[in-house]
C-alpha cells in the first residue's frame, strides 16, 4: 500500500510539473508570434560593434512595458531586472558593450501592465576594431618580494613566500546609463603559490581591451582559509594601468612601476 502512494505521489509530482512546463512552453509559444497575444516589442540595434564599443538596445512596445530583463544566455541567468511602478512607457533603451569577439545574443524580456510577457531577442557581432590584447603578465617585483609574507613558516621555509594572485577590473557601462562606467572584475589569475614563476601566459583568456579605457591592477597573498592579504601596501589598494599614450608607439610591452611599493609589472599585449 506504501508504495502505492509513494507511486501515487510521485505521479501527481510528475503530472503536476509536466503541465506547469507545458503552459509555459504555450506562454512562450503565443508570446512569439501566435495571433492571440496582444502584447509584442521589438528590438532595434546595431548589427556589429567592436570590442567595449556602446551598443544601444533601443525596446519597442505597443504597449506601456511595466518589467524589462535582460540575458546573456537565453534567461539561464539574468543580468538585470527591473520593475518600474509607473511603467517604462512603450520604449526604453538598454546598453551593453562586450570584449569577448564573435557573435553575443542579447535576450529581453518584457512584462506589460497585466502580466503578458514576451521575450525577444538580438544577435550582435563582436569586432576587433583597435583593442589590445593582453597575452602576458610578468610581476618583477613587489615589496618585500623573496621573504617572509607567511610568519607563520620559519624564514628558511619556502612556504614563507606570498601566494600570489593578481586581479584586473575593468570599465564596464551601466546597462541603464550609457554615460556611467562602473569598474566590474575582469580577470583573475590563478594562485602561483610560494611565487612560483610570477608569469601568467592569459592569451587564452581573450582580454581585450580598448585602449582608450584603463585597467585597475591588484595583487594579493593567499592565506588560509580563503584570507587574502593586500600586498600592495593599500591604500590604494589597485593602481591604474593605461594603454592611452602608447596608442601611436604600439609598444609590445607595458610596465605598470610603483617605486615606492617596490611595484613593476610587465604586461604583454598585441596592437591589431
Ligand atoms: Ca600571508
Ligand atoms: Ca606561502
Request: hydrophobic share 40%; glycine share 4%.
Amino acid at each position: 500500500m506504501k508504495k502505492i502512494i509513494t507511486l501515487f505521489i510521485s505521479l501527481l509530482i510528475l503530472s503536476c510539473s509536466s503541465s506547469d512546463d507545458s503552459s509555459e512552453v504555450n506562454n512562450r509559444i503565443n508570446n512569439n508570434g501566435n495571433s492571440n497575444a496582444t502584447f509584442s516589442i521589438d528590438l532595434t540595434s546595431n548589427r556589429t560593434a567592436v570590442v567595449d564599443e556602446i551598443i544601444s538596445v533601443d525596446i519597442t512596445g505597443n504597449e506601456n512595458i511595466m518589467t524589462l530583463e535582460a540575458s546573456l544566455d537565453d534567461f539561464q541567468t539574468t543580468i538585470f531586472n527591473q520593475t518600474n511602478s509607473s511603467s517604462f512607457g512603450a520604449s526604453s533603451t538598454l546598453y551593453f558593450n562586450f570584449d569577448e569577439l564573435g557573435n553575443k545574443t542579447i535576450s529581453i524580456k518584457a512584462i506589460n501592465n497585466s502580466g503578458e510577457e514576451i521575450i525577444k531577442t538580438i544577435t550582435v557581432t563582436i569586432l576587433r576594431g583597435d583593442a589590445v590584447k593582453i597575452t602576458s603578465i610578468e610581476v618583477v617585483s613587489f615589496s618585500n618580494i623573496h621573504n617572509t609574507w607567511d610568519p607563520e613558516f620559519l624564514n628558511t621555509d619556502v612556504n614563507r613566500l606570498a601566494d600570489v594572485f593578481l586581479l584586473l577590473r575593468k570599465p564596464k557601462v551601466n546597462i541603464i546609463d550609457s554615460s556611467s562606467f562602473p569598474l566590474r572584475d575582469w580577470f583573475r589569475s590563478e594562485t602561483k603559490e610560494n611565487q612560483g614563476d610570477l608569469i601568467w601566459d592569459v592569451s587564452s583568456h581573450n582580454l581585450y581591451i580598448n585602449p582608450n579605457f584603463s585597467l585597475r591592477y591588484s595583487m594579493a597573498d593567499v592565506d588560509d582559509g580563503g584570507m587574502s592579504q593586500d600586498i600592495m601596501l593599500g591604500p590604494p589598494f589597485e593602481r591604474e594601468v593605461t594603454f592611452v599614450e602608447h596608442i601611436t608607439t604600439q609598444p609590445t610591452t607595458i610596465t605598470l612601476s610603483i617605486p615606492n611599493i617596490d611595484l613593476e609589472v610587465v604586461f604583454t599585449v598585441e596592437w591589431n
